[in-house]
């Protein structure tokens, strides 16, 4: 048995605490907030981003964060990711050296173009610094649905024990030593997954879903390789696993928002109604910007850009992806008949 930290009460680290209790670990769940504290204490659930799903007595509800880590054999890092780098400053003083944090969040900090691994070892440079991802809503997960994920770490040693610690017969665990690929398959999807319900919502049909999601995931790949992540990855559950789940699932937040934006929502509109953090928002000028710092084009990245911050008609961002200039779907493949 584990004794297990969890930084962050919504419904990822929540879902991820039952699934680590049930698994016969010790767990204790750290909220900034403490009227959320209160609340899943008192409920035992959390009504609004996890309905349905008990929260068992024995896991613990904190307010004291040094509570949290101190002693912990590990600590779940949950926390959206744009208070990553925050909470990781904040975490620094308790945190052993080698104790092993996992993130869990999916993301890019638009000002420095760092995953969250990368904040969090610049930030706690003590740790041992891994993340889970993959195709896995929080909703499913606390329903206890069969799922699938990744843990990438820089050691098989660390990447095999969390894999120990999370497996159920729910919830399968893969190990990569991958974590850049990792981390921007699951940040980048969700700029994909906004320009998927888009369309959903200017009424267009699984067709124009198709076609998104698999030339997002070639944008998504050319980037991560040219940033030093591995094909493999892109191809797997971090890459195309997560963004097949985020730009068809009702449960995606990235889909939903983008959704009312193709409804005739503003972003802040969308943002608002969603009532949850809209990770692709905060990642889609970092995209972009990573797009033009390694030479890569990104032209569904680029149009959701416009959409979201510069005006641009929902409607007129589709005619011009379509209208984009005429080419090979794989420039590297060779022609064997005539010219």
Not at 114 to 140: F, K, N, R, W, Y
Not at 159 to 183: C, N
Not at 202 to 217: E, P, S, V
Request: aromatic share 4%.
């Amino acid at each position: 048995m584990a004794n297990v930290g969890v930084l962050g009460a919504g419904s990822w680290g929540t879902a991820l605490s039952i699934l680590l209790h049930e698994n016969g670990h010790k767990v204790t769940i750290w909220s900034i907030d403490a009227a959320e504290v209160k609340l899943l204490s008192e409920k035992r659930e959390h009504e609004t981003k996890l309905p349905g799903v008990k929260i068992p007595e024995a896991i613990q509800i904190t307010n004291e964060l040094r509570e949290a880590i101190e002693g912990k054999d590990f600590l779940v890092l949950a926390v959206p990711s744009p208070f990553t780098r925050a909470t990781a400053k904040k975490m620094k003083p308790y945190v052993a050296e080698g104790q092993i944090i996992v993130d869990v969040a999916k993301g890019i900090e638009e000002s420095s173009l760092m995953t969250l691994s990368m904040q969090i070892e610049e930030e706690i440079p003590q740790a041992d610094v891994a993340v889970l991802s993959g195709p896995s809503h929080a909703e499913e997960v606390g329903r206890k649905l069969p799922t699938t994920c990744v843990v990438g770490a820089k050691s098989r040693k660390t990447a095999e024990y969390l894999q120990s610690m999370f497996i159920s017969k729910v919830f399968r665990v893969y190990t990569s030593p991958d974590i850049l690929g990792i981390e921007l398959g699951g940040s980048l999807k969700n700029v994909i997954a906004l320009a998927a319900g888009i369309a959903d919502g200017l009424g267009y049909g699984d067709n124009t879903k198709a076609a998104l999601i698999t030339r997002g995931i070639a944008e998504i790949a050319r980037l991560g390789v040219k940033m030093g992540g591995k094909i493999e990855t892109f191809t797997g559950l971090t890459g195309i696993g997560d963004l097949i789940v985020t730009c068809a699932s009702v449960h995606s937040r990235n889909r939903k928002a983008g959704y009312l934006i193709g409804q005739g929502r503003t972003m802040q509109q969308a943002m608002d109604e969603v009532q949850m953090v809209v990770e692709g928002v905060y990642s889609a000028k970092a995209a972009r910007a990573l797009a033009s710092k390694y030479g890569v084009s990104m032209p569904i990245v680029e149009q959701v850009n416009e959409v979201l911050f510069e005006g641009k008609d929902p409607a007129k961002a589709v005619e011009e992806l379509m209208m984009r200039e005429s080419k090979s779907e794989h420039a590297s493949l060779p022609w064997t008949g005539e010219e």
